[in-house]
């Protein structure tokens, strides 16, 4: 603003350079230099040049009073906030909380575990994709042969969004995408062999062996003249292997809806020879998890001709194997984030 009256463009260019030094920049407006220009109106005879003078001394605090404001949000330049972090980043470093350094952490169990199946599988031909974490009732029932309002569909009771998005019961919802994606294998002559690592949700009762959230491993296999034998074989050799010592596997009849024929697989146990013992409640075998022939509708929905190629598929809890292996007596140890739990696989 250019101001007209000589005393009081002299005092806007001072009271604007005092204003830049000034921490309280409100403090301006109560400025003797101010005051004094409406101590400077009363005395001046009424008439233009006393209501011109009022005008320009308006507009002068006016304007202070605009800049003040504006200051308010011409803040210093604050380091960039990470809002992840578990403190505000514009603490003084000396009085931050000191969490527990990085070094001192540790691969989690079950991080630990998957990588050494993974390993396993990988030696085994196998290639590894991951699951999902939300996902539509296609992938999770009608691509998995699962009818309208089939009674089957209860066993597999999870959290759905608003908008109807599904957070997978289990790690099965990638069978139709692997056999989808690798048809072209198939016809090559190259055979389908994956492993699907992934967190699945349900809606649970929790005691010590059910969690609301927890791990599955998928297997999917399909080639020409695959049978039983196959699936029943594959899963041997790779138990065996993580045990380090031979373990035998035994299927019964079970029901899911994309595997026929369906089986519940357990293993002999490997503590005690099948002797029995207090891990295999004196058994001698433990059941781990779910499998099968993958069903004819299963690959039709992926395009791929069950008359010329079979498969099988199978499915366990990863939380349920590593209890199996160290004696967690509690699923709930893995998501508690107790130190003491922790350590003792660090
Ligand atoms: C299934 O989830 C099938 N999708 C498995 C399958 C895959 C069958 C491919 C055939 C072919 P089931 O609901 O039984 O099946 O779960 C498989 C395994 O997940 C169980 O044996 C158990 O090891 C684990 N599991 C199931 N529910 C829980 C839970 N609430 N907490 C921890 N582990 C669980």
């Known amino acids: 603003m250019e101001y007209r009256i000589p005393e009081i463009r002299k005092a806007a260019e001072l009271l604007k350079s005092k204003l830049d030094s000034l921490e309280d920049k409100r403090t301006i407006l109560r400025a003797p230099e101010l005051q004094a220009l409406y101590d400077r109106i009363k005395p001046l005879p009424p008439g233009k040049a006393r209501a011109d003078f009022g005008k320009e001394v308006n507009t002068l605090r006016d304007e202070l009073e605009a800049q003040v404001a504006s200051s308010k949000f011409q803040t210093a330049k604050l380091a960039p906030i990470d809002v992840t972090a578990p403190f505000d980043v514009n603490i003084k470093p000396a009085d931050r909380p000191n969490p527990l350094p990085a070094k001192y952490g540790s691969q989690h169990p079950l991080t630990a575990e998957l990588e050494l199946i993974l390993d396993i599988f990988y030696g085994m031909g196998f290639s590894a994709v991951e699951s999902r974490e939300i996902d539509d009732d296609y992938h999770m029932f009608t691509s998995l042969n ?195 739990f922790l350590r003792q696989f660090s």
Request: aromatic share 14%; glycine share 8%.
């Open 146 to 340: 699962f009818p309208p309002d089939h009674p089957a569909r209860d066993e597999y009771d999870t959290f759905v969004t608003d908008e109807g998005l599904i957070a997978p019961a289990h790690t099965s919802i990638m069978q139709n995408r692997v056999l989808k994606t690798h048809k072209k294998d198939l016809e090559a002559g190259k055979g389908i062999r994956f492993v699907i690592p992934g967190r699945v949700f349900r809606n649970e009762d929790l005691d010590a062996r059910h969690e609301h959230t927890f791990y599955q491993l998928e297997g999917v296999y399909a080639d020409e003249g695959i049978n039983a034998g196959h699936l029943v074989a594959t899963i041997t050799a790779w138990l065996s292997n993580y045990f380090s010592k031979e373990v035998k596997i035994k299927i019964q009849p079970f029901y899911f809806p994309f595997t026929e024929p369906s089986f519940e697989f357990a293993a002999s146990c490997p503590f005690c020879e099948e002797k029995g013992c207090s891990v295999c409640s004196y058994t001698g075998w433990i059941e781990l998890g779910g499998c099968g022939m993958i069903h004819p509708n299963v690959f039709k929905e992926a395009g791929i001709d069950s008359r010329k190629y079979s498969g099988f598929a199978w499915g366990f809890g990863i939380e349920r194997l590593v209890m199996l292996k160290y004696n967690i007596e509690d699923i709930r140890h893995f998501e508690s984030a107790n130190l003491k």
